[in-house]
């Protein structure tokens, strides 16, 4: 019998494709609050659920599930944001609402997926009654990160668990997307192993939390190639190259760098090096390693880059390893500017099944030993 999955922030519903990829599940309800990314869900789950906004919901009375997937509002602990960290009142804050989903339906699995900034980004709990009433006053910094407000959060619940970071890149993507996931399970739980689907072609982490990166022997590339793997920018909601021209990008990097001493302090643009593979007469430039590659892992060619002349979101779509259409499809009657801003805030797939993976053979060892 296939387990349940409630999906809390579920975007276009990328965690909890990784969960199906990994176990023998379906999707019983979402919560999804933006209505772009909500249509995209609807497209796929037309009989499933929305529950909208996670603040409003009385956890009591949804279907039980058996695994929640979240990756609660990122905006907050991103370092391309304000880094008003994982508190009262900010969008990251709502993490509050699934720690309650949890505790109340208690799902015999927990998947959180979130920005690198999480492992820095300050939070707030129950655990501090006041600033660095935790830890050596004398210390500067925030005493309490956002990672270990949600770990923190979840012990005081009974679930334990273990979090894995990897990179898009080490599951075979062409872009270096981090990302941290967390898995956990309540204390007394049964494990997973009787509903593991067999493994995918893609790698598996080690215990540890470490990647052989795909293709990292080079030998499936051709020759001209060996040695070659430049990766390209990860998508974002907000692009800073997307109204610029390559020349013009180019010249504002070198006056920032000039003023700052560190560039634009944001890295290269996805839009600006599409543009640039737009216009270039050599196929995908320096990142031709990476896009071959992927083609490989994913079994389809990389679009075009643009459409026209800007950021194409098929392209971005295909870099995300999605099944072609899954966002982009003109039935689900999104815009393309709302297609790129779902794609920049969500779950690679294959990205998260790994992780998850990774947790069930971890699960087993220590079982076992």
């Keep these: 019998m296939s387990l349940k999955i409630g999906a809390l922030f579920a975007g276009y519903g990328g965690l909890d494709m990784a969960v199906m990829d990994v176990l023998d599940t379906e999707l019983a309800w979402y919560a999804e609050f933006d209505k772009a990314p909500a249509k995209v869900m609807a497209h796929h789950h037309p009989d499933v659920p929305n529950l909208w906004d996670v603040t409003k919901v009385d956890w009591s009375a949804v279907e039980p599930v058996d695994v929640i997937t ?19 009142g900010t969008r990251s804050g709502l993490w509050a609402s699934m720690c309650d989903a949890i505790d109340i339906i208690r799902p015999r699995l927990v998947v959180w997926e979130n920005v690198k900034g999480a492992l820095s ?8 009654q006041c600033p660095r009433c935790v830890g050596d006053p004398r210390d500067r910094g925030p005493v309490l990160r956002a990672l270990g407000r949600v770990v923190g959060d979840l012990a005081d619940i009974g679930y334990v668990g273990r979090v894995y970071g990897l990179r898009a890149a080490d599951v075979g993507g062409a872009h270096g ?92 643009s ?3 090096e599409a543009k640039r593979l737009n ?6 430039l320096q990142y031709e390693a990476a896009i071959r590659r992927a083609e490989s892992v994913t079994g389809r060619p990389a679009p075009p880059p643009t459409k026209p002349g800007d950021l194409s979101p098929a392209f971005v779509e295909w870099l995300m390893m999605l099944p072609a259409g899954h ?17 920049g805030n969500g779950v690679v797939p294959p990205q998260a099944a790994a992780a998850l ?5 971890d699960e087993r060892a220590e079982a076992s030993a």
């Design 327 to 343: 966002v982009t499809d003109p039935v689900i009657g999104i815009s393309e500017r709302q297609q790129l801003k779902a794609l």
């Design 121 to 128: 980004a300050e939070a707030s709990s129950a655990l501090e």
């Design 270 to 272: 996805l839009s600006i």
């Design 70 to 88: 979240g990756g609660s509002p990122c905006q907050d602990l991103s370092h391309a944001g304000k880094r008003k960290g994982m508190k009262a």
């Design 177 to 268: 997307r981090f990302r941290v996931f967390l898995c956990a399970s309540p204390e007394d739980a049964a494990g997973l192993g009787e509903l593991t689907r067999p493994a995918s072609p893609l790698p598996q982490l080690g215990r540890g939390s470490t990647v052989r990166p795909v293709g990292s022997d080079r030998s499936t590339l051709p020759a001209r190639l060996a040695g070659q793997l430049t990766l390209l920018p990860t998508p974002a909601v907000n692009d800073m190259g997307a109204s610029y021209t390559p020349d013009e990008w180019d010249a504002w990097t070198d006056r920032m760098k000039s003023e700052h001493g560190n560039g634009n302090g944001h890295g290269k």
């Design 279 to 284: 216009g270039a007469d050599s196929g995908w």
């Design 357 to 361: 993976r990774a947790y069930i053979a």
